[in-house]
């Protein structure tokens, strides 16, 4: 089964400092990956995704991804965070490979809460 | 900016009760999904629905749950007695595609949060 899984269910740093969220995935295919993020009372919105293009990934708002296939990786990664930035991530996946992958349902990992202090 | 919209933002019922959320989806997408977030754990696929019927579905969409899209505009999910394990956070979401491979974005709602006493 594909899956990923998230490294850190909480991560703080502070504002002006990188950013690291961690996420391994599980395929037996060649995965399309996804960052999410929801700010408080919002929706869950699309950071950045991963689709066998290019393995280094830019997103919205600063972030960037790198696909690391030898690794099953694919950490989310910020170099100076925000107070804006607050907010839970999740790494998804879309699984490949089933009678029913088509419908694209997402797949999520368990989220990780980024703190960012003043 | 188009945007996923559900109501209401939360539904406090009590077990045995029947639920009914509601969503309206961006108005040109196509496809449309239900997920459900038990407070602490993952987000969960439910179901998923095209050209008016369900596409796929979890194991956790028994047969006390059915969705349907009843005027072209509106998407909604039904619980027909609720359970207090049904207590969570429900989202919407809709995609424009529908195409073989596919990895387009889908656009979240803001989820309605509902409580089951």
């Known amino acids: 089964a594909q899956s990923v899984t998230q490294l850190d269910s909480h991560v703080s740093v502070s504002e002006g400092t990188p950013v690291l969220l961690r996420c391994n995935y599980s395929s037996s295919y060649s995965p399309s990956l996804f960052w999410y993020v929801q700010h408080p009372n919002k929706g869950l919105q699309l950071l950045l995704k991963y689709t066998s293009a290019a393995t280094l990934v830019k997103g919205i708002n600063g972030f960037e991804a790198e696909f690391k296939k030898s690794e099953t990786s694919f950490h989310l990664t910020k170099p100076s965070a925000h107070m804006s930035d607050a907010a839970e991530y999740f790494c998804?996946?879309?699984?490949?490979?089933?009678?029913?992958?088509?419908?694209?349902?997402?797949?999520f990992g368990q989220g990780t809460t980024l703190q960012v202090k003043p | 900016e188009p945007e996923v919209t559900q109501t209401p933002s939360h539904q406090v019922t009590q077990m045995g009760q029947e639920v009914i959320l509601r969503c309206v989806p961006i108005s040109n997408h196509l496809y449309f999904y239900w997920y459900r977030q038990i407070l602490g754990q993952k987000v969960e696929f439910l179901v998923s629905?095209?050209?008016?019927?369900?596409?796929?579905k979890s194991e956790i969409f028994d047969d006390q749950f059915s969705v349907e899209r009843p005027d072209g505009s509106n998407f909604t999910l039904k619980i027909r007695s609720t359970k207090l394990e049904d207590s969570a956070m429900y989202f919407c979401?809709?995609?424009?595609?529908?195409?073989?491979?596919?990895?387009?974005?889908?656009?979240f709602g803001p989820g309605t949060r509902l409580t089951v006493l």
């Open positions: 998804v996946v879309i699984p490949r490979g089933h009678g029913s992958g088509n419908t694209g349902k997402l797949i």
């Open positions: 629905f095209y050209n008016n019927e369900i596409s796929e």
């Open positions: 979401a809709s995609k424009l595609f529908v195409t073989s491979g596919d990895t387009d974005t889908q656009y």
